[in-house]
């Protein structure tokens, strides 16, 4: 009768980092994040099938103070030759093509989301609704080669920051995937955050390209991002490199940050790895920095590299 | 040597509330509750058996922002031909009971539990063991038709509210289920919240009748409610309606509130179903509403419906 | 492609305490502590193992009212002929040792760490590094007989009470056990605490003998600890007793508790045990008491008894 596959991810690394002082750590989630998760899936018949999804975060370095939450996604779905239809928590469009469009997956210390916020959220505003939105449901077209495309709405429920309306078109073949995305975000009762997000990757073999372009436009203030990438197979070893620009404009426009990261992860099987990777943060004058860690003072740099090994089950 | 199940119900709908001012939300269990658990029995010979559970709820709309924890159930019980000895937290007979006689086996927008409390909780007072008990030691007589009975003890271990005792004898034959119980919940030192259930559900086939009647004592304050309820199975799809009335007496005899539901429910499998669900309540003087969302002035009405999709595993 | 087991342990006891005023009790961990985990171990080829490992603790009396957290550990590993490197939380060599040298497995009423602190932690800070260390990084030499040793790091990442630095070295061959363990944790950000730990296990069939040997030295304060301890197999009975001794010098020169435990186990199957435990503790003039509950005057006494079951899957 159940039906159930526990699954997940532990990656753990030792770190450096040097946010003005250095300062060593142990840090989760360096190469993809840790998590466990329960999914399923039933076979009503007739081509229509039911989903569901759990998964939650794991600090695996310090044993998760904040308990176990299913945060990363917690989904219902109908599924057939429609496509699917899902209701609860989930990335959205913006956060899948952030995710799909940079070399490092925005995750670990090289992730590009950090440069994605240049702006200052408005007194009694909120942000929450960035990559991930509760309250959601979200159609996506079927699967497979060509077009898809998703349409995605989150409820607001009256709290700031929850609201989200957004979708996704790409196009799939060979080594080929492009994709734009569009996503609104509430930030305060009266001012939206308006996400615009568009690139590809080519897969060439040798290398394989990363390319990604976005603009934000959050009340007086906006910015745009330029993200850069390559990733380069050898045998085990995979080398990774990319280049993140952010530009601040209108009420912003003395902002502006640059990050530039470089990533070896060594295959042990399709499962373990051992990774390192080298990231560094340079900001006009707002306090982005690799990781957490020791206060940084405006405009300072921030860098730092981690030596991690990761398995999924 | 492992021998656990791994279980639970993922549960959401989309959903209009009107209490005062209208929200449009996405709600979690709508037709029964979200959970996830894991659950084992062990045969210890001759006739005896292990059994451990612990069962968590899950917000799957926003991925339980609150944490995993196991207050749904957990427990560790020895089972035998005598019956159960269960040690840990469950739902109490009180709870049970009220579950039992809900045709809407009291959850989702139509669950009879929203009009069991019409009194306020004294002023430093606690009324938390409602429908489960922590460090409760249970013991239920063996399963099977005929009469049953469940004796039922919580320490307060010195918080106000955590105390229950109580009990329920019951008689199951064919088509009919009748079940009294008593239950006495500390509210404040010197008070005692002391509730009467009984009621019965009779299977007719073409119709499922419920009927429940229950008085609560609290202090100064009582109250009585009657709850009637119906199914009706046709093919695939079961519908349900239910109408609860709830009379204050003692010093909140001004106090009285109504509810009435309906239901339908399609069962795609044993497993998924698809449902929708309509409640209104109307008020004399205090703030009972179908769903949380919206303040509710004093007196006014609430009324909303949903539309969900159910998946167990 | 998935390869996770599932395990832990139910641990309720129902519980007596007396601290100056006496409480009836449903409590967790009498035997052993109550838990839930995943762990998994894939097989990398050429005797390399990756090992993962994930558990909380679970109150099963109240379904763990603070959340699922997998603070007793969350540990990622490589394992070979070297050895085992692991990153995550986990036991710390003190810990570990305490643990092996108390008959009792540090668990529960009769629990040999409530007598390892009679000094105060100083103004400003923590002592949270007592048994387990987050952010840590270990290497444990090959398992096996002989001799064994465990070398072990644990960042502070700039908080206090979480840096640790530890090791230790043991024999094991037979019927014997012999341990030597070292570990300094931060206080504050001057004072370290100093724990050197030894002792050994003997079995000599009709009865296995526990001793141990501590000391800690915090700033101004030190105390010396002495914990014997015998169990005693009798068919599927194991009788258990032990004495603990803890001695204040220098600023708390003042300070001594002495404990005493008796327990008795019976073993309805490998997985499932029936147990009771009676514990005193006398002060001399800190609050040292057997278990939580009612607070304890200064230099009084404390006592309790609890019956229980475990059952583990």
Redesign the interface.
């Known amino acids: 009768q159940?039906?159930?596959?526990?699954?997940?991810v532990?990656?753990?690394?030792?770190r450096s980092v040097d946010n003005g002082a250095s300062?060593?750590?142990?840090a989760g989630s360096g190469l993809n994040s840790s998590r466990?998760g329960?999914r399923?899936t039933?076979d009503?018949g007739g081509g229509?099938k039911?989903?569901?999804w759990?998964e939650?975060a794991?600090?695996?370095?310090?044993?998760?103070?904040?308990?176990?939450?299913?945060?990363?996604?917690?989904?219902?779905g109908?599924q057939g030759g429609f496509g699917e239809v899902r209701?609860?928590?989930q990335k959205n469009p913006t956060g899948l093509t952030w995710e799909q469009l940079d070399v490092f997956g925005d995750t670990g210390m090289a992730a590009s989301g950090r440069l994605h916020q240049l702006f200052s959220v408005p007194t009694g505003g909120a942000y929450s609704s960035f990559s991930r939105s509760?309250?959601?449901?979200s159609y996506d077209s079927p699967t497979g080669t060509g077009f898809f495309g998703t349409a995605f709405v989150?409820?607001g429920?009256?709290a700031v920051g929850n609201k989200y309306i957004g979708g996704r078109v790409g196009y799939r073949a060979g080594d080929l995937l492009a994709v734009f995305s569009y996503g609104e975000t509430q930030v305060t009762p009266s001012i939206d955050a308006k996400l615009i997000t568009f690139g590809a990757t080519y897969d060439l073999k040798a290398v394989k390209l990363f390319g990604m372009y976005s603009t934000t436009d959050v009340g007086a203030a906006d910015q745009k991002n330029l993200l850069i990438g390559a990733s380069v197979p050898l045998g085990a070893t995979t080398l990774r490199a990319s280049f993140h620009k952010a530009d601040g404009g209108g009420s912003i426009s003395n902002r502006e940050a640059k990050q530039f990261s470089l990533g070896a992860q060594y295959d042990?099987?399709r499962?373990?790895a051992l990774y390192t990777t080298y990231s560094k943060i340079d900001n006009s004058n707002t306090a982005l920095t690799v990781a957490t860690?020791?206060t940084l003072r405006s405009g300072d740099g921030s860098s730092g590299y981690e030596f991690?090994?990761?398995?999924s089950?």
Chains 1, 2, 3 share one sequence.
């Open positions: 159940s039906s159930v596959t526990v699954f997940g532990i990656d753990l690394a030792a300062q060593y750590q142990l466990l329960f399923g039933e009503l229509l039911a989903n569901f759990i939650g794991i600090n695996a370095d310090d044993g998760n103070a904040t308990g176990q939450t299913w945060q990363r996604r917690s989904t219902i109908l209701f609860g928590r509760s309250n959601s449901i989150a409820a429920e009256g042990l099987s499962r373990t860690g020791s991690g090994i990761r398995h089950f």
